[in-house]
């Protein structure tokens, strides 16, 4: 009869195994219910009547919880009551609470409807019959507890290396954005007349950009670009691996004022060639609010034309916004009424945390934060500012919000101390050396590592690069020129390798 009852089951065993393998807990509930058939026998055939009665529960309550979806608690609470009512009748001694503990897991096990806590559930009811098995001779048993306990913990792990690889299989890439503030324009111009001036010495050779005429030592001019030359340009951008370019956004209308708000239209003239291109699909474009500047509603009606567009950068679904200024209710609101009135998603909403700060320190009305640069003096080298900027990006989860990380090229902006310009001014101290190839993929490694440890705000999954253009300041991607006037491509090659690792890295 006892090897009768081992056969019997060792064939519970095989049954059991498939248990946690199932995918939804009707079919965990089918094979236990076969399994608690050849259990019942088992036990009955040893004469352990706590574990055939504890079986026997299980086969009324299997049964249950198959095909009845009503009234599931009044269920629990009558299978725990029939559970306390056998083991009663059939205590034999002190193991008999083995069976008894087992047997209120496996109501609440299985009563419930997630197979993953089913699979939790099973560790602890396993080694109280494990224990019982032992105590009543029930080898097949002992073997029984022990696959349970191995096939539930390879059915979490299958579950939980299936779900990190669907996670890994759907996790958007990192966006790599780039500043763009073009202020390549001629020189009858104002911008253009002070950016030539800045970087006409020829110690500044090697932040000219390509695209500048140099007309002697010491002078360099700029005209309007083509078409083809603008797209050139972009091209170059795409090779670097930049997604979008995040434009300073100014009034592009004709102010009727003597002061500089009446001379920044001559700086949106980049961003409109970006609209034209042929090459815009490839490499898209947002907006970048200089909230202390004029903008009229004739700004924001053409910025929600912008916004319906196929290349203009979204986050989700909802156009990308900047707002270089700080927290601006005003403009937030603004933004928000104005996607609203034309039918848009709401605005994806990042302030760059260098001016306006929240009143009450609520910053919920953004959805992001980031900055414009590090720009901190006194720095001498690319690694202490890739340093200063780690802290300054850890410093942005104060807003409680999350964070675009900032990726800088350099600041340096000697160029505007030797030759000033009207609209900003620094001061005249050391600043942190024209980086190498090596310091800036060094800083890159940094910036993934920062990253990596904060992925719960970084969300978003963008980078904010200082930037394309910014050449009377350091901080630049876009080709220049070398000390010989031949044309320098390495900060695009250099830049490329950056955006790989952001990509596959992240």
């Not at 399994?35 to 299980?58: N, Q, T």
């Not at 156009?319 to 104005?338: A, C, H, K, M, S």
Request: net charge neutral.
């Amino acid at each position: 009869m006892e090897f009768f009852a081992q056969i019997i089951g060792f064939t519970g065993v095989a049954v059991n195994v498939l248990i946690y393998q199932q995918k939804t807990q009707k079919r965990v509930l089918c094979f236990k219910f076969i399994s608690d058939i050849a259990w019942a026998l088992h036990y009955i055939f040893l004469g352990a009547f706590s574990g055939a009665a504890v079986a026997c529960v299980g086969l009324l309550r299997e049964t249950v919880f198959m095909f009845s979806q009503k009234h599931r608690k009044k269920w629990l609470v009558l299978f725990l009551c029939i559970t306390v009512v056998s083991i009663y009748l059939t205590w034999k001694n002190w193991f008999s609470i083995f069976p008894a503990i087992a047997s209120f897991l496996s109501v609440i096990s299985f009563w419930q409807r997630s197979p993953k806590r089913t699979r939790l559930l099973a560790f602890p009811i396993s080694l109280c019959m494990c224990t019982y098995s032992i105590s009543s001779g029930s080898w097949a048993g002992v073997c029984n507890e022990l696959l349970t306990i191995s096939s539930a913990t390879i059915g979490l792990l299958r579950k939980e290396i299936k779900k990190e690889m669907k996670t890994t299989q759907t996790k958007k890439p990192f966006r790599v954005g780039a500043i763009n503030w073009d202020c390549a324009v001629p020189e009858d111009t104002f911008f253009g007349f002070h950016s030539a001036k800045s970087l006409s010495p020829k110690q500044f050779r090697y932040c000219t950009p390509y695209y500048a005429h140099i007309e002697g030592e010491n002078k360099i001019s700029y005209t309007y670009k083509t078409q083809e030359e603008f797209d050139k340009e972009l091209e170059y951008a795409i090779e670097a691996g930049i997604d979008y370019f995040a434009y300073t956004w100014y009034t592009e209308e004709k102010l009727d004022r003597d002061d500089l708000e009446g001379k920044l239209h001559e700086i949106t003239y980049g961003r409109n060639m970006h609209f034209k291109s042929k090459l815009k699909d490839k490499i898209k474009l947002c907006a970048m609010f200089v909230c202390s500047h004029i903008h009229t509603d004739h700004d924001f009606e053409k910025l929600a034309a912008e916004m319906k567009q196929p290349y203009y950068e979204k986050v989700d679904g909802r156009p990308l916004v900047y707002l270089f200024g700080g927290y601006r209710l005003d403009y937030i609101e603004r933004l928000n009424t104005l996607c609203e009135e034309h039918s848009l998603p709401a605005p994806y909403i990042v302030f760059l945390n260098n001016g306006v700060e929240s009143e009450d320190g609520d910053y919920s009305k953004a959805d992001a934060v980031s900055a414009y640069t590090c720009c901190t003096s006194g720095i001498t080298t690319h690694a202490q500012l890739c340093e200063q900027l780690e802290k300054e990006n850890e410093d942005r989860k104060k807003f409680g919000i999350d964070i675009i990380p900032l990726f800088t090229m350099g600041w340096s902006p000697k160029p505007r101390i030797v030759n000033p310009v009207p609209w900003i001014t620094y001061p005249d101290v050391d600043y942190a050396a024209f980086a190498t190839k090596e310091e800036l993929l060094d800083g890159a490694k940094r910036l993934c590592s920062w990253i990596q440890r904060n992925q719960s705000v970084t969300k978003t999954r963008h980078i904010l690069t200082y930037a394309w253009n910014e050449f009377e300041e350091g901080g630049f991607i876009c080709p220049t020129y070398n000390q010989d006037d031949t044309v320098n491509y390495e900060r695009i090659q250099t830049f490329k390798k950056i955006s790989e690792l952001f990509k596959e890295t992240l």
